[in-house]
């Protein structure tokens, strides 16, 4: 079990220009998770699925997002035509849906600055 | 909607020093709670949790204990040491089914030897 993984881990790029993330959850797990945390802040979701449906996204998530999971196991998060507002790290975390509360095993993140 | 309050840092004790951090919560229903660890350089990391009323999460000496009737879960522990220095969050998840965390701000904990 090698835990999640996220890539790249930092991505720098120029406003305007789009940028897409990688998450690799636990294999076994079909929960998917989105976070964004900004400097000083907690982590805020944006989006989650089941396998691969996505089942909620919060409002954070303006048309520029767009999450994927197309065959329930590594997923993507694209953001077009960044904002400098956009610059935050990006957390992936991945659960197995079970009887009971199931834990959330976070990934490294990926960090990202629009310049 | 749910919500997560919780002291604000930076905090800063001797080795051995008595830890408490408090968290404060918002939320329809029953939530669980959680507090959450992020070392230097790392992911976060689930410390403890408890699912209902009363009950104790207990982890590495750490404890925080489910107050419905205060809306509390504040962190504790007993005599902290280098190796805690960390930054601290505080999350909930509203409804079994959807187990999405609302996280508190965080509080960055140092220990100085």
């Known amino acids: 079990d090698t835990g999640v993984s996220q890539n790249p881990r930092h991505k720098i790029t120029k406003r305007g220009q789009n940028v897409t993330f990688r998450c690799d959850p636990i294999?076994?797990?079909?929960?998917l998770y989105w976070y964004r945390q900004t400097l000083g802040q907690g982590p805020e979701f944006l989006t989650y699925f089941q396998n691969e449906a996505q089942l909620e996204k919060s409002r954070l998530l303006s048309d520029r997002f767009s999450a994927e999971r197309p065959k329930g196991s590594f997923s993507t998060l694209e953001i077009q035509r960044t904002e400098q507002g956009d610059s935050a790290m990006y957390l992936c975390?991945?659960?197995?849906?079970?009887?009971?509360?199931?834990?959330?095993?976070f990934g490294p993140g990926t960090r990202l600055t629009v310049l | 909607g749910n919500s997560v309050t919780q002291m604000e840092g930076p905090v800063t004790l001797s080795e051995e020093a008595f830890l408490t951090i408090n968290c404060t919560y918002t939320a329809t229903g029953y939530p669980s709670l959680f507090w959450y660890v992020q070392y230097p350089g790392e992911g976060l990391q689930l410390l403890l949790k408890a699912t209902k009323a009363d009950d104790k999460g207990s982890n590495k000496g750490f404890e925080a204990t489910y107050r419905k009737e205060t809306t509390s879960f504040h962190l504790e522990k007993g005599s902290v040491q280098v190796s805690d220095s960390a930054v601290y969050f505080c999350?909930?998840?509203?409804?079994?089914?959807?187990?999405?965390?609302?996280f508190g701000t965080g509080t960055r904990l140092t220990i100085i030897p």
């Open positions: 294999s076994e797990h079909n929960r």
């Open positions: 975390a991945s659960s197995f849906l079970d009887r009971g509360y199931n834990e959330q095993f």
């Open positions: 999350a909930l998840s509203a409804s079994f089914g959807n187990e999405k965390l609302t």
